[in-house]
Nanobody, 115 residues
Framework: VQLVESGGGLVQPGGSLRLSCTTS????????MGWYRQAPGKQRELVTT???????NYASSVLGRFTGSRDNAKNTVYLQMNNLKPEDTAVYYC??????????WGKGTLVTVSA
């Protein structure tokens, strides 16, 4: 099983980024996909989860700014991040699970929000 994130980088406050996560080795449509993040010195936290049918839930800190989506035909999940803030700086991880308890994780992609 492989989950590979891409799309991270340096962005100014108020800017946008779109993260992607391509997967292999799983029946993608059967899995709940998640995006988590870990800021320096902090614990990993949930950003969003997306069920196989596209139902989403979000952390309150990103609600209205971030949008999770998936393309089951491409085995790919996305995270559109708008109006980014310095406190969004973190390593963002893609994850997959048959339930909301995640079974597989990517290696992460760094997002830095700074002027």
């Amino acid at each position: 099983v492989q989950l590979v994130e891409s799309g991270g980088g340096l962005v100014q406050p108020g800017g946008s980024l779109r993260l992607s996560c391509t997967t292999s080795g799983i029946i993608f449509s059967a899995y709940v996909m998640g995006w988590y993040r870990q800021a320096p010195g902090k614990q990993r936290e949930l950003v969003t989860t997306i069920t196989g049918r596209g139902r989403t839930n979000y952390a309150s800190s990103v609600l209205g700014r971030f949008t999770g989506s998936r393309d089951n035909a491409k085995n790919t999940v996305y995270l559109q991040m708008n109006n980014l803030k310095p406190e969004d700086t973190a390593v963002y991880y893609c994850s997959a699970g048959l339930t909301y308890a995640m079974d597989y994780w990517g290696k992460g992609t760094l997002v830095t929000v700074s002027a």
